[in-house]
């Protein structure tokens, strides 16, 4: 079994299709909105129990719908490579299957990096398959973090991979230049593997070791920074603060493509959990919609 901290989500009405927050959007004025984006993370794929036929499965579901400008990767896309057992033939094989996986949509992908996506054992720091350079070249990353611009909207992918789950200096000093380039009102989503607030960190860790400093920076972009996006907890769960809207979304593994244990409240469920993905829709003047879709219910 995978070491896990033991999380409870907030409600969500499981088998309704999913579940809407909106986030300061008016019904009576909602509008198209500029983006909608599939939300997937936490897929852990590997070779075994037909989890790459699985998941080819669940990504056609993503996908029907059709309408969807490109895909947001949440990280954790291998089942792992952190643990000490790991060879390089697993790495290998893994990321061969990932590919494989990830080919079958023509849509872009935008990925961050996970915890279990880098392979901390190489025989060496200079070995090519060491750490996350490795991890953000074969997720076709242009770099472990990096930021992009769609129709308006200020995409922000974070590194959370670092001691006590921070940024680096670095990374914070150009996030900080990144927000401050930004024109007034420019809405931004940011996101990272691990949340940066969500109400599944009551029960233990998980999140971002740097929330403080986090939070304060987005305080004083405010005006920008709409939407935190995450993933790694395999739970789903909203948080509204100082006017930002941190999404949690569910993983496309659920319980690691296993059938569950006492504390899962349905088949693949991990928890309350069941797996699945989100679509959200962005707007025009800044406002989101995030919408949980279950692929396996009770």
């Known amino acids: ?46 070779g075994d129990d037909m989890i790459p036929a699985r998941a080819a499965n669940y990504l056609k579901k993503v996908l029907v719908g059709g309408n969807i400008d490109f895909i947001l990767n949440g990280g954790d896309a291998i089942f792992d490579a952190s643990y000490d057992n790991v060879t390089r033939e697993m790495v290998t094989n893994q990321w061969a299957i990932w590919d494989d996986f990830i080919s079958k949509t023509e849509l872009e992908v935008y990925s961050c990096i996970g915890n279990h996506d880098p392979w901390w054992k190489a ?5 090519e398959m060491y750490g996350l350079d490795y991890a953000a070249k074969r997720l076709k990353m242009p770099h472990r973090y990096y930021s992009f611009d769609k129709k308006g909207w200020h995409f922000i ?25 930004l024109a007034a009102n420019t809405p931004v989503l940011v996101m990272s593997h ?11 860790g998980g999140q971002h070791g740097d929330y403080k400093e986090l939070k304060a920076l987005f305080f004083q972009h405010r005006d920008k920074v709409k939407v935190c ?7 789903a769960d909203e948080v509204n603060y100082n006017g930002i809207s941190y999404f949690c979304n569910g993983s496309l593994s659920g ?13 693949y469920f991990y928890q309350q959990t069941p797996p699945g993905y989100a679509i959200l829709s962005l707007f025009h003047d800044g406002s989101v919609e995030n919408q949980y879709f279950p692929l396996e219910v009770i």
């Open 194 to 204: 691990y949340p940066i607030l969500s109400s599944t960190c009551a029960w233990s």
């Open 1 to 46: 079994m995978m070491k896990r901290r033991g999380f409870v989500k907030n409600s969500l009405a499981l088998g309704l299709g999913g579940v809407v927050s909106k986030v300061n959007l008016e019904d009576g004025n909602k509008t198209k909105p500029l983006l909608r984006i599939a939300h997937l993370t936490d897929v852990h794929i590997k």
């Open 255 to 267: 319980f690691w493509w296993g059938t569950g244990d006492k504390e899962s409240a349905g088949k």
């Open 229 to 235: 996006l995450s993933g790694h907890q395999h739970l």
């Open 157 to 181: 992918i974070l590194d959370g991979n670092h001691k006590d789950t921070k940024l680096d200096a670095p990374q914070m000093e150009w996030l900080e230049n990144d927000l401050s380039k």
């Open 123 to 127: 025989p060496s720091e200079t070995d």
